[in-house]
């Protein structure tokens, strides 16, 4: 192949375009990571450093990982029973809407509730999680709108003004 010849780019892959399985997956490992993360920061407030004072390396780093690793593991849980149940929500169905993520967030709300042993907790994590998946679902996944009406009298917002093309 020649310098001369340009292939067309690969087709960009959406995460709704994934099966269930993988998507799980992604999931599940991009949340562990965060909890994972978590856990190492919750570690530092707690007897981690402590130990060190003691001289007890060891069990510090010891303490730390099993921090990271409860709080990866319940965060991958979550993330995984959201998507799962999304996913099968949107599969039986046969509707993309907002409503999946509602039954995912009420999913996700039970492993919280499963951690603390409480009914109370995963009610209301359940509820939690389902209001703000419907309400990032409900305003089309954007996080700040481009105006609040459509009648062209109330200017948008300008966000990046370097990226207007002054005329």
Known sequence: MSGDEHQPPPPKVSASDLDCFTRVCN???????????????????????????????????????????????????????????????????GKDDFWNGVYGGLAAGTVMGLKAKKVGVAVGAGVAFAAASASVDGTGEKVRGDGLFDDNATPGRVYFPYDEIKK
């Open 27 to 93: 999931a599940s490992v991009a949340m562990f990571g965060i909890g994972s993360i978590i856990g190492a920061v919750k570690a530092t407030w707690a007897e981690a450093p402590l130990t060190i004072q003691r001289g007890q390396t060891l069990a510090a780093v010891r303490n730390t990982g099993s921090y990271m690793a409860n709080s990866g593991g319940v965060f991958a849980a979550v993330g995984a029973m959201y998507t799962g149940t999304s996913c099968l929500s949107k599969s039986i169905r």
